[in-house]
């Protein structure tokens, strides 16, 4: 009889670790694997035991020595955190019985289908404000909409008859105004995630790329690059003026080009300027930057800076290392959900800015998906 599959509905490792780039040769790597792997072996439990990680998937996405992991998961079983089954699989101990918790409060999280399927940025979102949300007694209750459904009061009638007390909406569009303003009117306290250029009536985190963009481009220049191709697409023409001034402040030339949606039409661009550095600025990730065929190669051979996760087979990343600017989605949910509990939501209504972080050489295939 063959050997019985285990199954694991554990988060996918690129998710969660998306900023390791590996351990320096003077780390002790046993020890900072043990701390990494405590923290999310804790943050996985459930009421009852669930099969962990295996050891061969964490020597292999961390590129550790299989005895490495196996004296990891030996200390964790000793701190009562996994279970060992000789021969079998690996679980996380059951989280101890508690007295129920009361719940605070319910936050409603509007949710567009179409990016909640096809973003894997967005989901890591809504993932991570649920959990920090839970941690705070709060309930998140997503409601999912169609992209029609938007601005009709329809949504809004559904949303008051979840009897939500806060209503958490990534990036809605001005259209939805009316609709949030018959919620907030109902007594339903409405924050809003948006890029700068949206001014909403409410309180409201905007979410800013460009510190993210001017710690990336003084670093560039400090490193000699006097050239850079940016590839975007419609949807992230809002910030190609920043990106020129700020490549202006640093004596950068800069070619924009839209041509990537067109393959055919890359090469050439490509070939016209072998020593510029490439940029896929695909912040709002409207269309996918990543239907260029080569652009693993173009990756590997340029220096490179990404904004988003690649649509592209992790596989096919490995090994290349790439300059990011991108939003750190537990940091922003843990803010929104501590903003809730502390009251700040309520002192002012003057918008919050979040910015993007800028990491140095990341292991693109961190950024990939599973295919």
Request: proline content about 6%.
């Amino acid at each position: 009889m063959g050997r019985k599959i285990i199954e694991r509905d554990l988060p996918d490792l690129n998710t969660v670790f998306r900023a390791f780039k590996g351990f320096d040769d003077e780390q002790n790597q046993t020890q900072l694997l043990g701390d990494m792997l405590k923290k999310l072996a804790l943050d996985v439990q459930k009421d009852e035991p669930r099969p962990f990680y295996s050891l061969r998937q964490i020597a292999q996405f961390f590129d550790v020595p299989y005895a490495t992991v196996a004296r990891v998961y030996k200390r964790l079983h000793e701190e009562g955190i996994l279970i060992r089954l000789r021969g079998s699989v690996t679980l996380v101990q059951p989280k101890k019985a508690q007295p129920r918790k009361p719940v605070h409060g319910v936050v409603g999280v509007p949710i567009w289908l179409y990016g909640f399927v096809y973003f894997n940025d967005w989901r890591y979102f809504y993932f991570k404000l649920e959990e920090h949300l839970r941690r705070h007694g709060l309930v998140a209750d997503f409601v999912f909409f169609n992209v029609d459904e938007a601005s009709h009061p329809d949504l809004g009638e559904r949303m008051l008859q979840h009897n939500l007390d806060y209503l958490v909406w990534f990036i809605p569009e001005p259209p939805s105004i009316p609709l949030m303003q018959r919620l907030d009117d109902g007594g339903v306290r409405v924050i809003t995630l948006t890029p700068p250029r949206h001014q909403f009536p409410f309180y409201t985190y905007h979410l800013s790329w460009q510190q993210g963009f001017q710690q990336l481009l003084r670093t560039w220049a400090q490193e000699g690059v006097r050239e850079v191709i940016v590839f975007h697409t419609a949807a992230d023409l809002e910030y190609v003026p920043m990106l020129k001034e700020l490549m202006r402040q640093q004596g950068i030339r800069t070619l924009y080009s839209d041509t990537i949606l067109e393959p055919e039409s890359v090469k050439p661009v490509l070939e016209d300027h072998p020593q510029a550095a490439v940029m896929l600025l695909d912040v709002h990730r409207s269309e996918r930057l990543t239907v260029l065929t080569d652009l693993p190669a173009v990756l590997r051979r340029r220096k490179s800076a990404v904004c988003n996760l690649l649509d592209l087979d992790k596989v096919t990343l490995k090994g290349i290392k790439v300059d990011t600017v991108m939003m750190d989605w537990d940091a922003v949910a843990k803010r929104i959900s501590d903003d809730i509990v502390s009251g700040r939501i309520y002192q002012t209504r003057e918008p919050v800015t979040l910015e993007a972080v800028f990491l140095r050489n990341v292991n693109a295939g961190s950024l990939g998906a599973e295919m």
